[in-house]
Each structure stands twice: as C-alpha cells, then as structure tokens.
C-alpha cells in the first residue's frame, strides 16, 4: 500500500481529500439537521453554472464557480428569513434554475470537453500543490469555526427562533455558515465532482446519526467515517485503476449500509429525528 505514497498527486489526494472529509461531515452534520441534506447538491449545480460562466468567458471556472455558489447560498438565507417559502422549496427552485443556466451557457461555449468532465466527476489528477494548500487552510478555517461554535450552531439549528429571542445574532451566524459551507463544496469539487459532492456532507452524517449516541458523538463519528471513505476510496481506486470519487461515494454508502445492518439485526430501530441527543 505504501507505494502508491510514491506518487505525488496520491499524496495530495490523500491529504486534500482528508480535511475536506472532516470539513465537509462537520459542517454537514447541521445541514442534515436543519433538514438541508440536499443543499450540497444545490451548491455543486450552482457551482456547474457558475463553471459554465467562467468556460464561456475564459476565465479560471472555479472562481466564477465560487462566486455564485456563495450568492445561492446567501440567495437561499435571505429569501428564507424575508418570505414564506421552506427551504426545500427554495432549494429546488434554485437546483432547477442553475441546471437551466449551466446547460444554456455550456451550449452557447461548446464546452461540454474533457475539462468540464473532470468538474463533473472529479480528478484527484487536478488537485495541485497549491490547491492543496489552499483546502487545508479552508478545511481548518471551517473546522474551527463550527468547533467554536458548535452549541450555537445548535441552537440555531434546533429553534432559530428561540435563539433570535435569547439575543444571538442568527442572520449573520447563518451568512457565515452558508457562506463556508459554499467554499467547501467548491473545493469538494476536485476531489469527487459537482454530482457527486452532496455524499460527502449527508452519508457520514447518516452513518454517524444512526449510531445513535447523540450529537457530540456524532459530531466526532461523522469525521471519521468520512475519512475512512475517502482513504479507502483513494487507495483502492489506485489498485483497481478505476474513478477515485465513484469509489470514494461507494465506500461511504456501504459503511452506511453495513451500520443499517448491523442496527436491524440487533431489532434497534431506527428514527433519525430522535437519534440526535444533546
């Protein structure tokens, strides 16, 4: 297994895809709670339409693709908190209307090549050292942030309306989270893809809820279950020379489906709304 460390795009893979997994199942956790499993998706489609932008224009497509993921995700807090409409609406509305302005601007650029195939699936060839290390210093930003305020995060997550009264200022503390959660998924994007980057916020968090030992446990569990995933997808892609992300996704639904084995075997069952104890 040693040999593959050999290599230095394996090695940063393996480190970039480390800290985006703890970054990603960290944050994600208060995503699955707040019942936003699929805003990663909204994020990574909206991040294709801001790819197609940055094609069309000949301008480097993550920094196109950075910018309107994070007006989405803003987009999506102000429209939540100024209209009546739950969140689940909003997000489609928005995982309709990207998909629509991607497809309209990759036609208009005849950009459906190899380089948008690479966004779409993810290439651990394209993570370079400076990508590295810029997704170590965004990993570890994101990671301190919601350790630091993890109870608030909860609060907010749990009653936001509650937490408003008890004097925390949740609008702002709500920009910050969609706006980091943007920058994770952005980076997610090298690693396993616009289509499949939504695994690596929702199934770890899955897996580590239905253990059932409440949320700090959880907050811990997540994690790891989300680096296991990608060392094992990295590593066993490299042997059976197939796509690292599909690998990595894969990995990920099978510790989740094995805890969902194990859980019924043993006549437990499972209720994720009731699993999350403080």
Do not use: W
Not at 6 to 21: D, N, P, T
Not at 120 to 140: C, K, N, P, W
Not at 157 to 186: C, H, K, P, W
Not at 256 to 272: D, P
């Amino acid at each position: 297994m040693l040999d593959i460390l050999a290599y230095e795009f394996m090695q940063r893979a393996i480190i970039s895809g480390v800290v985006i997994a703890v970054a990603c199942s960290t944050l994600g956790l208060f995503l699955v709670l707040r019942r936003y499993s699929l805003f990663g998706d909204v994020l990574a489609h909206t991040a294709l339409s801001g790819i197609a932008v940055g094609i069309f224009l000949n301008v480097y497509p993550l920094i196109t693709a950075l910018l309107t993921s994070m007006l989405a995700s803003i987009g999506i807090t102000k429209m939540k908190s100024s209209t009546r409409l739950s969140g689940d609406t909003l997000i489609a509305m928005l995982l309709i209307g990207s998909l629509a302005v991607a497809i309209v601007m990759l036609s208009a650029s005849n950009g459906l090549n190899v380089n948008l195939l690479s966004y779409l699936f993810g290439s651990i060839l394209l993570i370079r050292y400076e990508d590295m290390i810029v997704t170590i210093i965004a990993s570890i930003a994101v990671i301190a942030y919601v350790t630091a305020n993890r109870d608030k995060l909860l609060y907010i997550t749990m009653d936001e309306e509650q937490a408003r009264l008890s004097g925390l200022n949740v609008q702002v503390m709500n920009y910050i989270f969609m706006a980091l959660a943007s920058i994770i998924v952005i980076l997610a994007i090298r690693l396993v893809g616009v289509l499949l980057v939504s695994s690596l916020i929702v199934l770890p968090n899955i897996a580590g809820m239905m253990l059932g030992k409440g949320f700090r446990y959880t907050l811990i569990a997540s994690p790891c279950i989300a680096v296991v995933a990608v060392v094992t997808g990295i590593v066993s892609s490299y042997y059976l020379n197939i796509a690292a992300s599909g690998m990595i996704v894969i990995t990920n639904l099978l510790i989740t489906l094995c805890i969902l084995a194990y859980k019924s075997f043993k006549g437990e069952s499972i209720a994720i709304r009731q699993l999350i104890r403080i």
